[in-house]
């Protein structure tokens, strides 16, 4: 059974940090490449950043490039996303997505 966990939401004040992981089962993570999609309140699925199967390509949403950077641990069946210089516009749900499966999200709420 594919399963993938994510975890590290959480209140943050502004221009503040957060790392998120995702925490992958079930098929052979090494061999997919993995995405961060998120839901703010109110409004559509939005594209973050995507990484390839091997960790050497990353791709990036203008709305979160210089500021938030994706990794992944293959050894530990792990995905990251570390989130810098937040803004009150990154309030969303993120997800992590991977062989069209999907984690049941981690909220992440910027906010003074």
């Known amino acids: 059974e594919v399963q993938l966990v994510e975890s590290g939401g959480g209140l943050v004040q502004p221009g503040g940090s957060l790392t998120l992981s995702c925490a992958a089962s079930?098929?052979?993570?090494?061999?997919?490449?993995m995405n961060w999609v998120r839901q703010a309140p109110g409004k559509g699925l939005e594209w973050v950043s995507r990484i390839n199967s091997i960790g050497g390509s990353t791709y990036y949403a203008d709305s979160v490039k210089g500021r938030f950077t994706i990794s992944r641990d293959n050894a530990k069946n792990t995905l990251y996303l570390q989130m810098n210089s937040l803004k009150t516009d990154d309030t969303a749900v993120y997800y992590c997505e991977g062989t069209g499966y999907w984690g049941q999200g981690t909220q992440v709420t910027v906010s003074s």
């Open positions: 079930g098929f052979t993570f090494s061999s997919y490449d």
